[in-house]
């Protein structure tokens, strides 16, 4: 079965500072790995994915995140933390042996960035 | 463009009711997909619709239900409606198979008393 854990419900981090929201997950084959933020009162807005490639994913909003499969993660990292970061974030995976668009989620990590 | 659209936005609803929810996808997309999202249980996936029929169907009870027309509108319905479906309920849009982002709308809140 199919898995994700955000092994932090929050996540708080200066201004400028560099920021990771960390990942892993657990699928039987190869994986679709996405990341989404959710703003209050908002649905779901996508940042970014990896599908197969360089391991290193760019996004929106200069957020990347590095796919490790040997250790089975896809961490979210921005090299620069602003306040208009703080939202809910979620790492989401796809069987891509599943067919269609069946996403499994993460329980969401609160970022807090600090003026 | 215009993005996903989800009606209504609130609703409030007594136990033993049952409600319909509507999504309408970005234009020319042609797979929706719905969600429940609760603070208990995260996001949970419920079914997916792809040219009127369902391709894949999450573990939810038989009370929740789904169509899509050939429009690609899509509407999802509980019946028999428990306080514990009161949730946050997501459309999301694909393009087709060979896409692989998922395009959320706003969400139906809904408030089962």
């Known amino acids: 079965a199919q898995s994700v854990a955000q092994p932090e419900d929050q996540v708080n981090v200066a201004e400028g500072n560099p920021l990771t929201v960390k990942c892993t997950y657990s699928?039987?084959?190869?994986?679709?790995l996405f990341w989404y933020v959710q703003y209050p009162n908002r649905g779901l807005q996508f940042l970014l994915k990896?599908?197969?490639?360089?391991?290193l994913v760019k996004g929106s909003y200069g957020f990347e995140a590095e796919f490790n499969k040997s250790q089975t993660s896809f961490h979210l990292k921005k090299p620069s933390a602003l306040v208009s970061d703080s939202a809910l974030y979620f790492c989401a995976v796809r069987d891509r042996n599943t067919g269609g668009f069946k996403t499994i989620f993460g329980a969401g990590t609160r970022l807090f960035v600090k003026a | 463009k215009a993005g996903v659209t989800q009606t209504p936005r609130y609703l409030i609803k007594t136990r033993g009711q049952q409600v319909t929810l509507s999504c309408s996808p970005i234009?020319?997309?042609?797979?929706v997909s719905w969600y429940q999202q609760t603070p208990g249980q995260g996001l949970q996936f419920l079914f997916e619709y792809f040219s009127e029929t369902q391709r894949n169907k999450g573990n939810f009870p038989g009370r929740f239900s789904g169509r899509q027309f050939s429009n690609s509108r899509s509407e999802m319905n509980v019946s028999t409606l428990e306080l514990g479906d009161s949730a946050l309920y997501l459309c999301a849009s694909s393009l087709d198979q060979t896409s692989y982002e998922q395009y959320f709308g706003p969400g139906t809140r809904l408030t089962v008393t």
């Open positions: 990896y599908i197969t490639g360089d391991n």
């Open positions: 699928v039987s084959g190869n994986p679709y």
């Open positions: 234009s020319g997309h042609r797979s």
